[in-house]
């Protein structure tokens, strides 16, 4: 069965340092994809990133980056210099099967960011 | 811009009443999603639908139903409402086809006393 689990409740840090929320993931598919959606106090979840299983590649995207590393079934999300703006929860999900337009959410990552 | 919306953000009701819940989506998706989120349970998929009348349930579909009648507009029904049902809400809608992200609505936080 599909399973993502995220280990961190909750981080807090000091604007401008760096911080990675970790997701790790199960699955027996060959075929898969993750994501990360973002949750800011407004509540609206907000798409961050799909990668799929065969794209090993770290994404960038501003100060966003993306550690996805199928050795150790972890797909990890790195914020450089944070910034308030920045502080949510996070959350990391995976497809739930080949044939499956339904993903399942791992229980988020709440981080404070720390004027 | 897309858009999924929600008919309330917050909401109280008590024990026992017949609560609607609704959820528009602008983008011609097919499929569309009621979650409940919890603190320290993450997001749980209450139903899904993957067309107009169609209906799957997902997680914890008990004490829930869903109505589909137009594309747009997906319904959570709770019949008899019960405390242990207080949460916040959570509508989502995407693209048919595996691997389309989510697009998700505001929320609407219930409070059942």
């Known amino acids: 069965a599909q399973k993502v689990t995220q280990a961190q409740t909750e981080i807090s840090v000091v604007e401008k340092e760096d911080v990675t929320l970790d997701c790790v993931y199960e699955t027996r598919d060959t075929t898969y994809y993750l994501f990360w959606y973002k949750q800011p106090p407004s509540g609206e979840l907000v798409f961050l990133i799909r990668r799929n299983s065969f794209d090993e590649q770290n994404e960038i995207s501003g100060r966003y980056s993306w550690n996805f590393q199928k050795s150790t079934s972890s797909f990890n999300f790195t914020i450089t210099a944070s910034q308030v703006v920045d502080s949510a929860v996070y959350f990391c999900?995976?497809?739930?099967?080949?044939?499956?337009?339904?993903?399942?959410f791992g229980k988020g990552t709440r981080l404070h960011i720390l004027p | 811009d897309v858009k999924v919306t929600q008919s309330s953000r917050y909401l109280v009701k008590r024990t026992g009443e017949k609560v609607f819940l609704e959820c528009v989506q602008d983008?011609?998706?097919?499929?569309m999603f009621w979650y409940r989120q919890d603190p320290g349970l993450g997001l749980r998929l209450i139903y899904f639908?993957?067309?107009?009348?169609?209906?799957e349930k997902g997680d914890i579909p008990e004490g829930y139903s869903v109505s589909r009648e137009k594309k747009e507009r997906f319904s959570l029904i709770l019949e008899s409402a019960s405390t242990n049902q207080t949460s916040m809400y959570l509508c989502?809608?995407?693209?048919?086809?595996?691997?389309?992200?989510?697009?998700f609505g505001p929320g609407t936080r219930l409070t059942v006393l």
């Open positions: 999900a995976l497809n739930r099967g080949a044939q499956d337009d339904k993903i399942i």
């Open positions: 639908s993957y067309d107009v009348k169609m209906k």
């Open positions: 983008m011609d998706h097919e499929n």
């Open positions: 989502a809608s995407s693209v048919s086809g595996r691997y389309n992200e989510q697009f």
